[in-house]
């Protein structure tokens, strides 16, 4: 297993804007009357902050921060 598997959080960004995006780029279904790729982009935005805050919380339990 990997030494620092708490890291693996910060892919959690990364996957959501760049690996899913041919797959929500679409106009329709609007979301609260948002195309569907803004309701994405911004949940993606929402949730980066969160897997930092994991990925540090994972390291500072090893010791390591």
Known sequence: MLRRSSLLWLLVPYVLYLGA????NRVHPTIFGLPFLLCWLLLATLLTPVAVWLAWRGDRKRGRA
Do not use: I, K, T
């Open 21 to 24: 995006l041919p797959l929500v």
